[in-house]
């Protein structure tokens, strides 16, 4: 059941939910599962046909933005046809996890195959991505830029390209440098890097990738998959891009590069939570594992799976940040609070 609120805004927002409803509408048959996914590649389609074979438990499935997925089941409530929450980024989860969207997620199977740092008690990570620093390298020493902590540094003036502070993955990235760096040495962070803002935030990170290339900026910072994509593009225009940048896997000899992932749960009210937990169990196998991660040019969680990708083989291997995602996730709010005192919007 809908129930229609008072707001303006939030209205907008229901009638929003409503349509899709319409346009989608999910059924509650037993023995079938339904899932919310913010996730949409292409070899995506390959883990879910396989699910099917493997288990005769048809899928149904809406696919949409993150945002508008996490309002849809919030509006839903106990009524949702919803089993299973699929999204990206440890802030989106925590945020889900926060308004009570996800039921108790316990398998040996997951607890088996997923590291520790990967889990958290009601969802677990099913691929991971590094937030990456990118640079130009015709004008920029990379020996300047070979640590996050390094990008707020005085020399780099006007120089970073970087989305908006207010970006889940901006916030997860402040919430690993709260963790290691702490409260006060974060803020001062925050405000080098405003300093050295070679534009106000705008746009997704290909597109700071792009400014990058174009000299707009000497460096920028971008999750790795974006990377990957223009690396495998065969336009012309992206190679090019390509070939003006030089990447850093960042805090090589301190913490880590920065670790973000693609992750799902159960959801509360989930309808067939037995498919669910089947799904997911499914989604720790190796052969899904590589069609999940590679869909969106991501590493598997699982380190047996056999990825074959040839722009993350280029990028090569790196020591990423050990901390668990649940202390990411929980983070993440402090974060925001920091990043709007340093005027990072
Ligand atoms: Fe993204």
């Known amino acids: 059941m809908i129930r229609l609120p008072f707001i303006f805004g939030a209205r907008i927002a229901a009638a929003s939910v409503l349509s899709a409803l319409l346009a989608a509408p999910l059924a509650y048959a037993q023995g079938e599962l339904n899932i919310y996914s913010a996730r949409h590649y ?31 089941l919030k509006n839903e409530g106990a009524s949702s046809p919803a089993d299973l929450l699929i999204t990206v980024d440890a802030a989106r989860l925590e945020i889900a996890d926060k308004a009570g969207l996800f039921q108790p997620l316990k398998s040996s199977v997951i607890e088996a195959r997923i590291p520790a740092a990967l889990r958290t008690p009601n969802w677990a990570a099913f691929s991971t991505r590094a937030r990456v620093i990118v640079y130009a390298k015709a004008t920029v020493n990379p020996e300047w830029v070979q640590t996050y902590e390094d990008l707020a540094l005085p020399r780099l003036k006007n120089q970073l390209c970087v989305r908006s502070g207010a970006h889940p993955y901006n916030l997860s990235l402040g919430a690993a440098v709260l963790a290691h760096d702490g409260e006060a040495k974060t803020e001062e962070w925050a405000r080098g890097l405003v300093s050295n803002f070679a534009r106000a935030p705008k746009g997704g990170d290909t597109d700071q990738l792009r400014a990058v290339a174009a000299g707009e900026c000497g460096v920028a910072i971008s999750n790795s998959y974006y990377l990957a994509r223009l690396m495998r593009s065969t336009k012309p225009e992206d190679q090019q891009v390509v070939r003006a940048l030089g990447v850093v896997w960042p805090n090589q000899k301190t913490w880590g590069a920065h670790i973000n992932v693609s992750g799902a749960g159960i959801t509360r009210y989930a309808p067939n939570p037995a498919a669910a937990l089947k799904f997911l169990e499914y989604l720790a196998s190796d ?41 990411l996730a929980a983070n993440a709010a402090q974060a925001q609070r920091i990043y709007d005192r340093a005027g990072w919007r």
Request: glycine fraction near 6%; avoid cysteine; charge should be negative.
């Open 42 to 72: 292409q070899t995506d389609e390959a883990l879910y046909t396989d699910f099917t074979k493997q288990t005769g438990i048809k899928i149904n499935r809406l696919d949409g933005k993150e945002e508008e997925l996490l309002e849809r």
């Open 287 to 327: 052969s899904a594992q590589v069609y999940f991660a590679d869909g969106n040019n991501e590493w598997p969680v699982v380190k047996t799976a056999p990825v074959k990708n040839p722009a993350l083989e280029a990028l090569g291997s790196f020591k990423p940040d050990t901390l668990p995602i649940g202390q």
